[in-house]
């Protein structure tokens, strides 16, 4: 059964930082593109970040762009996403993904496994 956990949500205020992680179990993600996502309360799931097999294969949003870092540790099966610089309109649930195919996918309907979500609060 494959499993992804996130990790490292909270309450921050404005300019502070976060770090996520997404720990997968049951299925080895070292060549597959993992994906970290967010959805704010009446809002549609969106893109943050992405990476590829390799670390050169990374996508941001323009929103987090400069300020995130997404980032993999195949041997432990996770990845992360580093937050800095967060503003309150970085408030919102933050899930990690994995996808089976492909590596260029910002569409969250081409990600096939789902962590629960962690909150992330950003207050001003």
């Known amino acids: 059964q494959v499993q992804l956990v996130e990790s490292g949500g909270g309450l921050v205020q404005a300019g502070g930082s976060l770090r996520l992680s997404c720990a997968a179990s049951g299925f080895t993600f070292s060549s597959h593109t993992r994906g970290w996502f967010r959805q704010a309360p009446g809002k549609e799931r969106e893109v943050v970040a992405r990476?590829?097999?390799?670390?050169?294969?990374?996508y941001y949003a323009e929103s987090v762009r400069g300020r995130f870092t997404v980032s993999r540790d195949n041997a432990k099966n996770t990845v992360y996403l580093q937050m800095n610089s967060l503003k309150p309109e970085d408030t919102a649930v933050y899930y990690c993904?994995?996808?089976?195919?492909?590596?260029?996918?910002?569409?969250?309907?081409?990600?096939?496994?789902w962590g629960q979500g962690t909150q992330v609060t950003v207050s001003s």
């Open positions: 990476i590829g097999w390799t670390a050169n294969i990374v």
């Open positions: 993904a994995a996808a089976r195919f492909g590596v260029y996918l910002n569409d969250y309907q081409k990600y096939d496994y």
